[in-house]
Structures are given as C-alpha cells and as structure tokens.
C-alpha cells in the first residue's frame, strides 16, 4: 500500500509550531492534541524541524525545568527525515526502523501532505494480516 492511500484514510491534518515556541508551550499542544510530534515550520511554512516527545524529555533531562522557557529551535530534530506519497509501507517501516524514528512528515511537490506515525503504519499491516487471514479461512472453508 502506498502512504497517499494512508493519508487519505487517516487526514492530511499536521499540527505546526514556530521555532519560537517554548519547550513548555510545545510540551502543552502535544498533550492537548493527544499526538507525540509536530513539524515546527518558519513563518514562509517551510519545514524546519520536528519536536518530538523524545526531544522534549532530552532537553528536560539535560537542563531540568529551566528548559521549559527555551524556544523549541534548540531541541528540536533539525534533520528532517520526509517521506512522499509513492512510497510503500515496508519502506517507511524500514527507514524508520533503521533511523529510529517514529514520525515522518509527508511532502509532496515540496509541500507538507501529512504525517505518518509509526503507529499508523502497522496498525496498516495488522489489517493487512487480519484480512489475509480472513481471505486464507474463507478459502479453506470454501474448499
């Protein structure tokens, strides 16, 4: 399956910060909107990094509560790692495996399309299994 199907099953919704924002305000969105990264863009929309949940506990660990005031552009993943429509599950399984990330926004003709999770990617390959199972059982009763 290809990730534009995913996207058009899950939504092209992708929460956005400023690098401005605080550590504690980015910590604050990510709780409220129930999600474990945002795409921090510049004020022309252009990707600039990613903060992460991850990131967030680093720089508390690093430099306690005082972090929380810091503007999110010093913890944030700069190196943004993108994924496009085209690409296929396994792909993006196996690049987030090797890279250990678990968030990859989504760009297509040098736009945000989207962010894929970890999660949405084998909650994908689940179904696929349940329903190749489910195909193999009919087959069998069937027969």
Avoid: W
């Amino acid at each position: 399956m290809l990730i534009s199907q995913i996207l058009k099953d899950k939504g092209d919704l992708v929460f956005t910060a400023s690098p401005q924002e605080t550590v504690g305000a980015a910590a604050a969105l990510l709780h409220t909107r129930r999600v474990g990264a945002m795409v921090v863009v510049d004020e022309t929309e252009a990707v600039v990094g990613i903060l992460s949940e991850r990131d967030i506990v680093r720089v508390i660990a690093k430099e306690g509560a005082a972090a929380l005031t810091k503007p999110i552009a010093g913890c944030m993943s700069a190196k943004v790692i993108f994924a496009e429509p085209h690409e296929t599950v396994d792909a993006l399984l196996e690049r987030m495996t090797d890279r250990r990330i678990r968030h990859l926004p989504v760009v297509k003709g040098g736009r945000l399309a989207g962010i894929i999770s970890i999660g949405d990617l084998v909650k994908h390959k689940i179904n696929e299994a349940l329903a190749e199972a489910d195909g193999l059982k009919a087959y069998i009763a069937a027969g």
